[in-house]
């Protein structure tokens, strides 16, 4: 029972260059980080057996928390300022 369908070329469209891709990929990342941590710095892991001292685990997951926040909070503020030098154009109503 085969059918004779037509055959359609397909092309690729892409709707957004690749670094917009990877900058939302990057976004995503660090958006995972700071869920991740943050969930570890509420709920923190059980004590390592020995000297505080000699681990920084939890140390080391705030700073982890920090960089990507510091990071999320500089370049949304970057692609916000990019936007409004840019004249808003993507939000503008084309309507006469």
Do not use: C
């Not at 397909?10 to 976004?27: D, E, G, K």
């Not at 960089?67 to 993507?90: C, H, N, V």
């Amino acid at each position: 029972m085969a059918t004779d369908l037509p055959q359609v070329k397909r092309t690729a469209v892409y709707v957004y260059q690749a670094p917009l891709r990877a900058w939302h990929w990057v976004n995503a990342l660090a958006m995972t980080v700071l869920a991740v941590s943050g969930y570890l710095i509420a709920n923190p892991l059980p004590s390592l057996p020995g000297e505080a001292s000699d681990h920084f685990l939890m140390g080391y997951i705030r700073m982890l928390h920090v960089y990507a926040a510091i990071r999320e909070d500089i370049m949304s503020r970057q692609s916000l300022i990019s936007t409004m030098l840019s004249g808003w154009r993507m939000f503008k109503d084309d309507r006469p």
